[in-house]
């Protein structure tokens, strides 16, 4: 079956510079010409940033709660069925596909030992702190989400080359009657921080320009 190539999954890096206080290519002397409406990031060094204000925005550090010590993560595997697994460890995978679950596929247990914090740095994608999570059924204490799922993913499916995954992607949590990856609780409190930092009417006023461009 052929897949159909998503234009607007892919990016492309353009370089530039400022001259004149105008954003122009690096090569020439005209801007790039970006379709209306386009939304992106201008990653520049952090010293080249004139207005003070802004410059502590972007480089503001915040460590904010994400989940409690004693909750369940379940970590997904891509296996088509329980046989794929090790004799042994077959058992441990739990199948989520009835309608309280958002994804189908097989899942791993997880428990957080610790609590789950999100630390945010300025402009930069978010990223997990360190937290022991206990995996019951190999019996084994992981020192984070990313090495519990190495942890996992060795155990389960030993024949694969890389054993290292987006834990925001491959883990879940609970919520009422939904389940929703690690992503989902990142991006609602990014939503919250943005308001913190930019302003909830500046930060409302993007979100009404991005639906008005979709």
């Given at each position: 079956m052929s897949v159909i190539p998503d234009p607007e999954a892919k990016t492309v890096s353009i370089p530039v510079r400022v001259k004149d206080g105008q954003v122009v290519l690096f090569y020439?002397?005209?801007?790039?010409?970006?379709?209306?409406?386009?939304v992106g990031e201008l990653v520049v060094p952090a010293f080249s940033v004139r207005d003070p204000v802004?410059?502590?925005?972007?480089?503001?550090?915040?460590?904010l709660p994400?989940?409690?010590a004693g909750i369940h993560i379940w970590f997904r595997l891509y296996l088509d069925r329980t046989g794929d697994a090790p004799p042994g460890l077959q058992e441990a995978?739990?199948?989520?596909?009835?309608?309280?679950?958002?994804?189908?596929?097989?899942?791993v247990e997880g428990v957080l030992m610790a609590a789950l914090q999100l630390q945010i740095?300025?402009?930069?994608?978010?990223?997990?702190?360190?937290?022991?999570?206990?995996?019951?059924?190999?019996r084994r204490e992981a020192d984070s989400l990313n090495h519990a799922y190495t942890l996992i993913s060795t155990a389960f499916q030993p024949e694969r080359r890389s054993?290292?995954?987006?834990?925001?992607?491959?883990?879940?949590?609970?919520?009422?009657?939904?389940?929703?990856?690690?992503?989902?609780?990142?991006?609602?409190a990014?939503?919250?921080?943005?308001?913190?930092?930019?302003?909830?009417?500046a930060v409302e006023a993007a979100r009404r320009r991005l639906k008005g461009s979709g």
């Open positions: 020439g002397e005209q801007p790039p010409g970006l379709q209306e409406g386009t802004l410059q502590t925005t972007l480089n503001r550090e915040m460590t994400l989940l409690d995978l739990v199948r989520k596909g009835d309608k309280n679950w958002e994804l189908q596929g097989f899942f740095r300025g402009g930069k994608v978010p990223s997990l702190m360190p937290a022991a999570c206990r995996v019951p059924c190999l054993h290292t995954g987006n834990v925001f992607d491959r883990c879940f949590v609970e919520r009422g009657d939904r389940t929703v990856p690690l992503r989902g609780l990142r991006e609602a990014e939503g919250a921080v943005e308001e913190t930092l930019w302003g909830t009417t």
